[in-house]
């Protein structure tokens, strides 16, 4: 199993260049299934949620080529690939539990192959180990839509004969996954949707630009009410994966905990506005630029700031751990509340053995900020909890070797070579 070394203590100074959003990709990919012509994704980020689900998609019949190139081109590509979908033939709506089990957003292949197909048997999820994170938002909203469903030896079966009927469906709590599922069932559905508490992250809003290429009607994405108008068939688009909002964060809070100059190429700082807000309260500088972000912190110590993740656009669940690393060099105490998962303190006990004080208090930490970490071997548990020993491995004093990265290919693009670009001293140890 690959490991990554990094010899902490650098600035990091430079470029990285952003990656086209997982988070987004991933939905995006998935509305190729409710057309027959072909969607055309650019700037697709190369990672193994990427590649996990074009198999999961292949196993649908979804053909694809990559960069002009058809077949198995992993590696292709660069920093952004232009991808082609095309679901001429549906050959199987059954998502299989050996596919699912290893991504939790492959689930949301239920929506599209129910609208199109009038059936769906996908396996319960898996993923990453964050909590419990159950399926009764899908059933229920899909449900409303005029679905029957049955749970019944792990998968969910669904069928609507007679196509999906539009309804109005109240979120019972923000789902970011829920959302972009109903709002693509109810693209294909009979008449008019209403979805209120949807979910307004930016990957949202991505998808709903997508769809509108596709010849869909929908209003007020990006709101927590979106308004959708069936229509009886889509068709291919060309659309742009928006900038990875949580690589941008993570490098920021690097810069921002190692000290440094470096220009996040192509960032957007709107789709995190709440975190930049935060990390240039830790004492960093924030400027947006032509080019993107530039983030800066020389000399200044960190000051301590308390977060509390909240969906969008509050500050998100996914720079959760990061920002905690951030706050373990600080000059003082924080406080961090988790709100959206339960179970999203893994990094805590891997952080410490870096020399951070951390104490747990149900779902808040607090972080008693030390004067500097010193470098040990760490294990990477979730995606997110991996990159914050990343980040805080580039702060410590001395080697930190972190095991089990294949966490961290699930989601970030080239991250040794985009910080060993910066200045950092970091590799991955095959095997
Ligand atoms: C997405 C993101 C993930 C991010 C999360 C929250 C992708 C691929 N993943 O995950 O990186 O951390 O949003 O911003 O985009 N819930 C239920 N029942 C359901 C569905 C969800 O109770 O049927 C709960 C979850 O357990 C969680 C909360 O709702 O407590 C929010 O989860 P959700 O927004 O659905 O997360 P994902 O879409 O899985």
Redesign the pocket.
């Known amino acids: 199993m690959d490991r990554i070394r990094i010899v902490g203590g650098n600035q990091l100074s430079g470029t990285i260049p952003i990656s086209g959003a ?3 990709a ?2 995006l990919m998935i509305a190729s299934l409710l057309t027959s012509q072909t969607l055309t994704l650019e700037n697709v980020p190369h990672l193994a ?1 990427v590649e996990q689900l074009i198999r999961i998609l292949g196993n649908h019949g979804v053909d694809y080529s990559v960069n002009g190139k058809r077949g198995h081109q992993n590696g292709v590509g660069g920093y952004s690939r232009t991808i082609n979908f095309t679901a001429a033939n549906i050959v199987d709506t059954t998502a299989p539990y050996e596919l699912v089990s290893k991504m ?2 492959s689930f949301w292949v239920v929506g599209p192959l129910l609208a199109r197909m009038g059936v769906a048997k996908v396996s319960l999820p898996g ?2 180990a ?11 909203g899909l449900q409303k839509l005029g679905a029957e469903i049955d749970v019944d030896t792990g998968y969910v079966v669904a069928s609507a004969k007679n196509r999906l009927r539009g309804d109005r469906y109240v979120f019972p ?8 599922v109903l709002m693509m069932a109810a693209t294909l559905a009979r008449g008019e949707t209403v979805l209120e508490n949807a ?1 307004r ?1 930016p ?1 949202v809003v991505n998808l709903a630009d997508c769809l509108i290429a596709m010849g869909a009607t929908i209003h007020g994405a990006g709101t927590s009410t979106i308004t959708i108008q069936g229509v009886d068939e889509l068709t291919g688009a060309d659309v742009r994966v928006i900038p990875d909002r ?1 690589e941008t964060g993570t490098y920021a809070m690097a810069v921002a905990m190692t000290g440094g100059d470096v220009l996040l190429e192509g960032a957007q700082p709107d789709l995190l506005q709440a975190a930049l807000d935060v990390i240039g309260r830790t004492g960093a500088e924030i400027t947006p630029t032509n080019a993107g972000i530039r983030v800066r912190r020389n000399g200044a110590g960190i000051t301590p700031v308390d977060v509390t993740t909240e ?2 656009p509050g500050f ?3 720079l959760q751990a990061q920002f905690m690393g951030l706050m373990t060099m600080s000059k003082g105490k924080s406080r961090i509340t988790e709100t ?3 179970n999203r303190f893994m990094h805590v006990q891997e952080l410490a053995r870096l020399g951070a004080h951390i104490t747990l208090s149900g779902q808040t930490a607090i972080v008693e900020g030390v004067g500097k970490l010193k470098g040990a071997p760490v294990m990477a548990t979730d ?2 909890a991996s990159v914050s020993l990343v980040i805080a491995g580039l702060a410590a004093e001395g080697e930190t070797m972190v095991n089990r990265v294949y966490h961290l290919d699930r989601g970030f693009e080239r991250l040794e070579e985009k910080l060993s670009g910066c200045g950092a001293v970091i590799e991955r140890i095959s095997g």
């Open positions: 997982k988070n987004a991933l939905p949620d939790r957003a993923g990453c964050i909590g419990t994170r159950p399926v009764d938002l899908f059933i229920d709590k923000v789902s970011v996954g829920a959302t972009h979910a992250e990957e949580i969906p969008f998100p669940t996914d959206i998962f339960e995606l997110r």
